[in-house]
Each structure stands twice: as structure tokens, then as C-alpha cells.
Nanobody, 120 residues
Framework: QVQFVESGGGLVQPGGSLRLSCAAS????????MGWYRQAPGKQRELVAA???????NYTDSVKGRFTISRDNAKNTVYLQMNSLKPEDTAVYYC??????????????WGQGTQVAVSS
């Protein structure tokens, strides 16, 4: 059974930091590209940060320089370090793992989400 379990969300003041973790089980973690998405109330889910199997990262413009995605293949875990948080970062954050298959399909899994609220 595949499980992605996120943790680390919570309430933080503007300018504060949080570290999200996503522990995966039931997959060969090192074969999956991993990403963090977020969805704010009334908005579409958006990609925040992603990391390839080789460790290449990319970020949406609004978080560049503030967020860092990393992965530990030995622990089957992907992290999102979030610094200098702003109220507009408030959202439910979701962990995603995806892998391209030889037949052209994509295998994809999602976590259940963790709430991040940035407010004074």
C-alpha cells in the first residue's frame, strides 16, 4: 500500500519558518520525482517546488529565495524548508510523487495535505 504522510504544518507569524516533511512508503522512492503543491481557499492547486530523481530543483517565482526543497532517499522523505513566510503562503500543502512508465503513462501519488497558516 502506497502512503505519503505529510507533517510539519501549523500556524506561524509572518517572517517565521516551517519545515514540512513527507514520508513515503510502498514505492521505490528514488525513482520518483517529488513535489510540493499548495491550494489556498478559492484558488487552484499550484506547484510550489519540485525535485527530480537526480536532485535538480525548481520553484515557483513567488517562493524563490525563501523555500528550499530537498530529499533524503535513505529515509524515503522529501522536505520543504519555508523561510520568511508571508500571509499569502497560507494554504494546504500537498506532497506529490510521480514517475514516468515505459509505456508512456505516469504513476502519481498524493499525500493528504498539511495546513500552513501565516498570520499575526
Amino acid at each position: 500500500q502506497v502512503q505519503f504522510v505529510e507533517s510539519g504544518g501549523g500556524l506561524v507569524q509572518p517572517g517565521g519558518s516551517l519545515r514540512l516533511s513527507c514520508a513515503a512508503s510502498g514505492i521505490i522512492f528514488r525513482l520518483y520525482a517529488m513535489g510540493w503543491y499548495r491550494q489556498a481557499p478559492g484558488k487552484q492547486r499550484e506547484l510550489v517546488a519540485a525535485i527530480t530523481t537526480g536532485g535538480t530543483t525548481n520553484y515557483t517565482d513567488s517562493v524563490k529565495g525563501r523555500f528550499t526543497i530537498s530529499r533524503d532517499n535513505a529515509k524515503n522523505t522529501v522536505y520543504l524548508q519555508m523561510n520568511s513566510l508571508k500571509p499569502e503562503d497560507t494554504a494546504v500543502y500537498y506532497c506529490n510523487g510521480n514517475r514516468g512508465l515505459v509505456d508512456g503513462r505516469t504513476r502519481e501519488y498524493w499525500g493528504q495535505g498539511t495546513q500552513v497558516a501565516v498570520s499575526s
